[in-house]
């Protein structure tokens, strides 16, 4: 496999505090000889652990983009041992167009893993990160949200894992990045994802969800450059005391059965609330035809019982379209 097209403007290696750019060259409509300027900052002091951060992963999750920009500019060689690498923006085309997708090639980032230094201008960066940055790190967050199309419970996540030592790491690194609810999670479609590349070269990761619908609030940022702290903390790249929630539940989601997908297309009326309890065979979502009156709706029912973790945020869905995801709670943790 040849070389990534991407190159890098800052030295990986370096002590200090560097600002630059990954920069891959494209050439399309607007330039024919112009390219992606990936934003990217590295933060080192001496010998350590290296923590890699990540946003933007999709373009319409604001959490992770906003609250590693702040970050990027507020962190200091002596604020830590070791190294951090700060990437707030993984696809810039899909960030800077607010799409979950890259305009550029119709590319979604997080499904476009382990890459190929060949491929469209999504599956290059997804090369590079997999054979260059990931390499670098031994802990890695990953900072995702609900974007436009989902409204989701805060929670921090780790995946069950063939090595356990790994999944147990990683599952203490989603419970101390302090959201409420953490979880292990099952992926519907694991075999491209950035945590998949991650977990399989034996790096610790921790993946979130930290709210929805296509913005951010307070409270949001709040809790995302809080667990950032944490994150580095727990990762031994800085000092300090974790700041966690008095109470934090742990949930499990097994198996399929935690998704609730649409056959049919319509408008959505959503029968439970995020965050709320509900029994397997339950109501949680209908769907309306809006091409015909005098119809009733088709009603969609809970596979188990179990906590709402997300659910569809527009009411116009496709068949196909994840209406709810329930996780079972395990345990309560008091502090």
Known sequence: MRESPISSTVDFDADGVQHGYLKLPVS?????WGAIMIPITVVRNGDGPTAL?????????YEGITALLKLSSRLKAADIQGRVIIVPMMNPPAAEAGRRTSPMDKGNLNRSFPGDPDGSPTRQIADYFTRYLVPMCDYALDLHSGGRTL????????HRLDDLALERKSMEGAMAFGAQTAIMMFELDASALYDTVVERQG????????GGGGTSTPGSIELTERGVRNFLIFSGVMEGELTRSAHQRYVEMPDASCYVQSEHAGLLEMTCALGGLVRQGEVVARIYDITRTGTDPVEYHAGRDGIVL?????ARVNMGDTLVVIGEEVATLER
């Open 28 to 32: 399309h409509d607007e330039s024919a």
């Open 310 to 314: 997300a659910r569809r945020f527009p």
């Open 151 to 158: 409204d989701i419970l805060p929670f921090a996540a780790a």
């Open 53 to 61: 951060l990540t946003g933007g992963n999709h373009g319409d999750e």
């Open 203 to 210: 790096k610790v990761l921790v993946t979130t969800e930290l």
